[in-house]
């Protein structure tokens, strides 16, 4: 997809900072600007290296500050709020256009006679960032460009400190112990270290860190004479750089045109969505294997994001050697019957506190087998899946345990296993202690698959049909409301049980489900409307006396809202597949999805450019809040179109 944006869109300094763009390396590196080439966030940074991938991130560029000299006369491309008493660069007044096409950015500006086209290119699986600029020089004079960099070369979410020290040489800066490299077809000169203060306005409002130092060490210039063409380049590395700008920014995209095909997608919103799906996809050292990074720009890799985003991001788009690999490093980390939840870098041991993430590896592998076939890979896996199993039966860590009714129960004290797992200052925001929904429904889901593939494997698999059986009978026992025509939340004992939210709808999205169709309806009615909307679903009843309209503020206000009504995207997917499925995977159903899938063509334009974010406001979801791109939140909107263009517009019904 092209996303165009122009002086219309960008009126103000404010309006010129909504929306960035994220390139990404496939080791956990990152460059993410604004729409007007600015810093808006301490997050944002043209040039984020993973030094050890995905997670040991450094802010090595955070900006440049580019100047344009023409016929005597100054003025700023950059643009760039600051929290001292320098004055605002305000480069956003001569920006033509800024244009987002096939996932690569480009911005254009005019200046007396003068057009510059600045690109933006990352390489693949290297820790290398260019930057060209493409000027028309039509005024009746020379026009010279002055670039300087501004540096922080520190770890990624701290600050630059007072005492750290910037080396610029030959080719390269030193500072602590990091190096940053650099060529570029202008000429270089240090200049006197300047200090600078930036504000962060997108993050001063959500009750983040709102500002940051940056240095300025190093200053790039060209010069055009009137009536010439020419492209100016810059590339940074954090090794030695073999590659032209020119060439690396041709490379990124194509190689983002080959991602958008990535599946055999026909509509515009899915191809994007496949793009935008091989961002999150990364190197981990640690492992040795591939990984999916949760959300840019704050998380990491989690088990239960990953499982989740991985049958959209990785299945649906064809990657299945990428997903054998994904699967063998959560299978070779199981340990007594659970996945991690988290995998910290450097010398750390694995988090397990996670009751769904190794369920949900089953249904994935499930989801892998039923794509591929692939036996062998099923009879690789089929021991860890049983040792799952029988871990649950039995108890594992976490207090998750199967009870007698067959039914599993998890969490207790302040251990929060479900995906609602906030606490903060010894608040469990939204308790879940007891028997969740969703984990339940992913029991059975389980115990189904096991069944099926226990044959495979030279196993028998009647005992998990059977343990099945019961846990069915006990599910809709006592799960079900008939009152109230939906499903209880958590088997808890407390006021909790009953609140109306999102997390049944995945007893009715699941490959095996439990409940007869009318209750299944039924259900997804519910759902329907008290926590629909176009952006995803909201996480609690409005109605309901725990609501919070709005995600905003320090970091203990906005997790008491975390999942207390904010409105989530990825949970739409299910939502949207559960509705095909209860109404039977007709043309009107279908038709009824697509119209409202038209509803992500703006909310991709907004925020993260080509990106879904991680949340929105549960009373009014308008601006993209959280990560401003969200594995889960991608992929699991792209099986909807998957549903869609190949299995219903093909007469396949459900997979």
């Known amino acids: 997809m092209h996303f165009l944006y122009g002086h219309q869109d960008m009126p103000t300094l404010d309006r010129a900072q909504e929306n960035c763009y994220l390139l990404t390396n496939g080791l956990g590196g990152y460059s993410s600007l604004t729409a007007a080439f600015s810093a808006a966030r301490n ?294 019957g659970l996945v991690p939840n988290l995998f910290p870098d450097g010398g750390s041991e694995p988090r397990y506190n996670t009751a769904d993430a190794a369920l949900l590896l089953i249904n994935c592998i499930w989801l892998y087998y039923e794509k591929t076939g692939d036996e062998a890979f099923v009879r690789e896996a089929y021991p860890v899946l049983a040792r799952i199993a029988e871990a649950y039966r ?28 906030v606490c903060v200052d010894g608040i469990l925001p939204t308790p879940r202690h007891g028997k969740p929904v969703e984990v339940n429904a992913y029991w059975y889901n389980a115990l189904r698959i096991l069944q099926r593939l226990a044959p495979l494997a030279g196993a028998d698999g009647e005992g998990y049909g059977r343990l099945a059986g019961r846990v069915r009978a006990s599910f809709c026992a006592q799960f079900w409301m008939g009152e109230r025509g939906y499903l209880k939340d958590v088997l808890s004992g407390t006021a909790a049980d009953t609140q109306l939210r999102c997390n049944q709808i995945w007893a009715v999205s699941l490959p095996f489900t439990m409940l007869p169709p009318e209750q299944e309806r039924s259900v997804v009615d519910a759902v329907f409307r008290a926590l629909y909307t176009p952006c995803g679903l909201r996480t609690l009843d409005p109605a309901d006396g725990e609501f919070h309209p709005v995600y905003l503020g320090r970091q203990k206000e906005r997790d008491l809202a975390y999942h207390q009504g904010t409105v989530w995207p990825f949970p739409l997917g299910a939502f949207y597949l559960a509705w095909l499925k209860t109404r039977g995977y007709t043309p009107a159903a279908a038709a009824q999805v697509r119209d409202w899938l038209e509803a992500l063509e703006p909310a991709l334009r907004e925020g993260c450019v080509g990106q879904l974010p991680e949340i929105y406001d549960g009373a009014c979801p308008a601006a993209s809040k959280g990560c401003f791109a969200q594995a889960w939140s991608v992929g699991e909107l792209l099986r909807v179109y998957e549903a869609l263009e190949k299995r219903i517009e093909m007469g396949c019904g459900p997979s």
């Open 43 to 336: 997050d944002h940074s043209l040039f984020t290296a993973a030094l050890r991938p995905p997670g040991a991130r450094v802010q090595m560029v955070q900006r440049l500050s580019e100047e344009l000299e023409v016929e005597g006369e100054r003025h700023f491309l950059s643009t760039q709020a600051f929290a001292g008493a320098d004055a605002p660069e305000e480069g956003y007044r001569l920006l033509d256009l800024f244009a987002v096409r096939d996932g690569a950015p480009v911005w254009r500006y005019q200046a007396l006679g003068v057009q510059v086209t600045r690109r933006a290119g990352i390489a693949h699986e290297k820790n290398t960032v260019a930057v060209t600029y493409e000027v028309e020089n039509a005024s009746r004079a020379p026009c010279t460009l002055r670039v300087r960099p501004a540096l922080q070369m520190t770890p990624k979410g701290e600050d630059l400190p007072p005492e750290q020290v910037f080396w610029p040489e030959e080719g390269r800066v030193l500072s602590g112990r990091y190096t940053l490299c650099f060529t570029s077809n202008g000429s270089v000169r240090p200049i006197p270290p300047r200090r600078r203060q930036l504000a962060y306005p997108r993050d001063s409002w959500d009750g983040r860190r709102d500002t940051g130092w940056t240095e300025e060490c190093l200053e790039f210039a060209w010069t055009a004479p009137p009536g010439a063409s020419a492209v100016w380049e810059i590339v940074f590395s954090t090794e030695p750089i073999a590659a032209a700008g020119g060439e690396i920014v041709r490379e990124t995209a194509s190689r983002l045109r080959a991602w958008s095909e990535m599946g055999g997608f026909r509509a515009p919103a899915a191809r994007q969505l496949a793009q935008s799906a091989a961002a999150f996809l990364a190197r981990r050292t640690s492992t040795g294997g591939l990984t999916i990074l949760a959300g840019y720009p704050f998380f990491e890799d989690w088990g239960r994001d990953t499982m989740i985003a991985l049958p959209g991001c990785v299945l649906a788009t064809g990657r299945y050697e990428e997903a054998r690999s994904i699967l063998r490093t959560f299978l070779a980390y199981e340990r007594d």
């Open 394 to 421: 039995r108890g594992t860590h976490y207090a998750i345990s199967m009870d007698d009714d067959g039914l599993i129960r998890a969490g207790s004290g302040l251990d929060q296993v479900t995906w609602m797992d």
